[in-house]
Structures are given as C-alpha cells and as structure tokens.
T-cell receptor
Framework: DGGITQSPKYLFRKEGQNVTLSCEQN?????MYWYRQDPGQGLRLIYY???????QKGDIAEGYSVSREKKESFPLTVTSAQKNPTAFYLC???????????????FGDGTRLSIL | GNSVTQMEGPVTLSEEAFLTINCTYT??????LFWYVQYPGEGLQLLLK?????DKGSNKGFEATYRKETTSFHLEKGSVQVSDSAVYFC??????????????FGKGTLLTVNP
C-alpha cells in the first residue's frame, strides 16, 4: 500500500543534541511538508518542499533544518537551537497532478519528540 | 492572509446525537476546503473535501457544504458513534500564487461521544 512512513514513533533528545526525524513516502508526490503540533494550537508549518533539491521555510522554521535529496524522502533535523522541541511532528505529502489547490495532503502517523 | 476559524471544543455528545462543528474562513482567490480527522496518537486523515462553491463533500456519514456567501464549511453528521471520537480540523488551500502549495488549518475541535 502507498503511504507515508515516519520513524521513529517516539524519540527522546538530550540537551544540546541534534536529532533527525525520518519521513519517507511511496506515493510519488512532488511536495512534502513538516508540521509541528502542540496541544490546543493546531498544526504549524515548519518547512515544505515542492521539488527535489528545493525547500522553503514555513511559519516556525527557526531551530529546524531539512534536506530533499530524493523525491521520496524529506528528513527533519531538530537542532539544539530549538529551545522547546517537545511536540508531535507530522510529515505530509501532496500530489502535483491536476489543479494543485484541489489536492489534499496525506499525512504520516507522526513522531513524538520529548526532552530528557 | 488566509485563516480558518473553528468552533472551540471540546464537544461532548451522546451516541446517536446530531453533530455540527462550525468552520469559517478568510482567503484570497478561490480556495478548496477540507476536513481532516485525527484519532488519538495518529496522523491526520482526510475526511472530505469541496473544491468550489456549493459543492458538498461527504464521507462516512459526515457532510459539509462549501458556502461562499457565508465563507463557511460546517461539518455535520446525523447520528454520531463512539468511534467518531477524535479531533477534527478544518483546512483550506488557496489556489492563488505562491500559497498554492500550502494548507491553512484551524486549531481543531475535540469531539467525545459517550455511549
């Protein structure tokens, strides 16, 4: 079955440590996204990528970095500069077929990051 | 800029009750509208969508009609079940210019259905 795989499901970070969250999709989607979800705040966009080797900052990019070397992969690194990283992180992808605005985003099951 | 406003929760209903979750939006251009559902500990799943005015999206007994005159996309279900307990997100995608690739989400509404 096609879908989006996020790993790990749970991740713990020590102070001063960078951690990388994995996101892989086999839907052949061009666009991929990273969101942060905090209780009562909905989803906030961290980074997005419309095509391989290109990505843009979202609303809360500070303290995060991404890469897009392959179409199917869009890893997110939470750096030590992110002072409040505890959250639920969601990866999504979207088709570029047809009228782009009509296409929904498809989501992975998320990674929950906590500080030790 | 674009924005989505959902009714604040939590919403608590008894099984077989009627559900309405209000959603209104502001957007430039001609947005597409979506409802997503999130079950505990999981990602978001697309519930339904509507891409132009007066379209009605429907799925699993849920419905929502795209009302351009009131800029609304309210979610309804005639008879909820315990299994419908989840967080519901309203979202829009604006088809104009550089925002074409992004969704704007509401803050979500927690629904709890009691047996």
């Amino acid at each position: 079955d096609g879908g989006i795989t996020q790993s790990p499901k749970y991740l713990f970070r020590k102070e001063g440590q960078n951690v990388t969250l994995s996101c892989e999709q086999n839907l052949n989607h061009d666009a991929m996204y990273w969101y942060r979800q905090d209780p009562g705040q909905g989803l906030r966009l961290i980074y997005y990528s419309q095509i391989v080797n290109d990505f843009q900052k979202g609303d809360i990019a500070e303290g995060y970095s991404v890469s897009r070397e392959k179409k199917e992969s869009f890893p997110l690194t939470v750096t030590s500069a992110q002072k409040n990283p505890t959250a639920f992180y969601l990866c999504a992808s979207r088709s570029s077929g047809g009228l782009y605005s009509n296409q929904p985003q498809h989501f992975g099951d998320g990674t929950r990051l906590s500080i030790l | 800029g674009n924005s989505v406003t959902q009714m604040e929760g939590p919403v608590t209903l008894s099984e077989e009750a009627f559900l309405t979750i209000n959603c209104t939006y502001t957007a430039t251009g001609y947005p597409s509208l979506f409802w997503y559902v999130q079950y505990p500990g999981e990602g978001l799943q697309l519930l339904l969508k509507a891409t132009k005015a007066d379209d009605k999206g429907s799925n699993k007994g849920f419905e929502a009609t795209y009302r351009k005159e009131t800029t609304s996309f309210h979610l309804e279900k005639g008879s909820v079940q315990v299994s419908d307990s989840a967080v519901y997100f309203c979202a829009l995608s604006d088809g104009s210019g550089g925002s074409n690739y992004k969704l704007t989400f509401g803050k979500g509404t927690l629904l709890t259905v009691n047996p």
